[in-house]
């Protein structure tokens, strides 16, 4: 997870969405009520449109009209999802890959995280491919979406680093001033190059302060782990990252990933993907120019692409940018 500090004329807010927690740092202190409406207003719509747990919600209706095999239009909103997410897994090689709604149902998680815990009587699955993000037919002209049979989307890798972009730069754009969403550790940055904000790492396996700190300027900056969110599986513990070529959590030699990246986006589709792929990922990082920090199970941190390797040191981390 990261924390977050605001600059000396800032001002924090706090709360929570999507079973996580939310924050929301402005450089301008009048601005806050305007920015917490905001805030909220692309969390909920973001909500409403990529919910896998919502009876109402697009993404849910778009898997009901999937079934007859025929294209089916989508909003602006979910469009840009689905997008967003198709580029994850053609960026990380297939290992981000939104098709794997249906392995995440099998695996327990078919409703909000908080009603998942402490755990699922479910037989543990066997395992079973997604069936691959290149089977989802997009045309971005007519705004339709064609799933092949029995495919079910699973946007959450991607639409909570979105829903952080969009908030993020909507705030500055809209009233002007920098602007830091922190949703679960998936953090974006929008206003001028030379604002700068502190924010520290740390994750439910580290106790005390938190091990490093950055500052980070416009751009992004991503968690991935499998310690928060887990849970009983038929006596099994389980977590939320699947790898798509077995449909189940996958089994990993990282705690945790953080990525600085050019936008939340970006660091969260590289955070990710590392879990997933595992000792190859500091060397597919390296070559992306992405700077990095990866934990191992024992603990020992791994930094690369020029990631301040001293724990006590609060430096900048320059942003660079995937390749498209």
Request: proline residues 6%.
């Amino acid at each position: 997870m990261s924390t977050v500090a605001p600059q000396s004329d800032g001002v924090i807010y706090r709360t929570s969405a999507w079973s996580t927690r939310v924050d929301l740092v402005i450089s301008e202190r009048a601005s806050l009520v305007a920015a917490i409406a905001i805030l909220h207003g692309e969390l909920d719509r973001i909500d409403a449109v990529t919910s896998r747990f919502r009876a109402d919600s697009e993404l849910t209706h778009l898997h009901s009209e999937a079934k007859t095999g025929h294209p089916v239009e989508v909003s602006s909103d979910l469009l840009e999802a689905i997008v967003v997410a198709l580029r994850a897994a053609a960026l990380s090689d297939g290992t981000v890959d939104p098709t794997v709604g249906e392995a995440m149902g099998r695996i327990g998680y078919d409703r909000d995280f908080a009603q998942i815990v402490p755990g699922r009587s479910t037989r543990f699955p066997d395992a079973s491919p997604a069936p691959g993000w290149q089977s989802v037919e997009l045309d971005t002209k007519s705004s339709t979406v064609c799933l092949s049979t029995g495919t079910m989307l699973d946007l959450g890798a991607t639409a909570k680093a979105l829903a952080a972009d969009r908030a993020a730069h909507a705030i500055t754009d809209q009233l002007g001033c920098a602007a830091l969403v922190s949703l679960g550790g998936d953090v974006a940055v929008a206003g001028e190059a030379m604002t700068r904000f502190d924010i520290g790492i740390s994750d439910v396996f580290t106790e005390g302060p938190c091990p490093v700190n950055v500052a980070l300027g416009p751009g992004g900056l991503a968690t991935s782990g499998t310690g928060a969110r887990r849970w009983l599986l038929d006596g099994r513990t389980v977590h939320h990252i699947v790898d798509p070529t077995t449909g189940l959590p996958v089994d990993t030699c990282w705690q945790t990933v953080s990525v600085v990246a050019g936008s939340c986006v970006d660091a969260n589709i590289a955070s990710t993907a590392s879990v997933i792929k595992g000792p190859a990922a500091p060397g597919w990082l390296e070559a992306l120019g992405l700077p990095a920090r990866l934990v191992r199970l024992d603990g020992h941190p791994v930094t690369v692409a020029g990631w301040p390797s001293d724990p006590e040191e609060n430096a900048d981390v320059d942003l660079r940018r995937m390749r498209a």
